[in-house]
Nanobody, 118 residues
Framework: VQLQASGGGLVQAGRSLRLSCVAS????????MGWYRQAPGKQRELVAS???????NYVDSVKGRFTITRDNAKNTVYLQMNSLKPEDTATYYC?????????????WGQGTQVTVSS
């Protein structure tokens, strides 16, 4: 199983970006999916997560600005990021709990850089 993240880039404060992450491989089902981020010198933190039934959770700093969604048929999770701030600058990683041929495991994507200029 592999997770492939995309959609990062350099944007000005106040603008938007949409991240995507596709899971591929021998997948029976995917439970929780999420986005984490890590800024230089800081610990990786959970930004948002979404259950298979669509229930969501957000870190306080992005509530009202970011929206996580998923397409179960496409094994894909999205993160719509609006009103971006310089403090959102980080490498963003997708994460998923996958039931596959190798059993039930947690997987990470390779990371996509988001840079917000002031």
């Amino acid at each position: 199983v592999q997770l492939q993240a995309s959609g990062g880039g350099l944007v000005q404060a106040g603008r938007s970006l949409r991240l995507s992450c596709v899971a591929s491989g021998s997948i029976f089902s995917i439970n929780d999916m999420g986005w984490y981020r890590q800024a230089p010198g800081k610990q990786r933190e959970l930004v948002a997560s979404i259950r298979r039934d669509g229930g969501t959770n957000y870190v306080d700093s992005v509530k009202g600005r970011f929206t996580i969604t998923r397409d179960n048929a496409k094994n894909t999770v999205y993160l719509q990021m609006n009103s971006l701030k310089p403090e959102d600058t980080a490498t963003y990683y997708c994460n998923a709990d996958v039931a596959g041929r190798d059993g039930y495991r947690n997987y990470w994507g390779q990371g996509t850089q988001v840079t917000v200029s002031s």
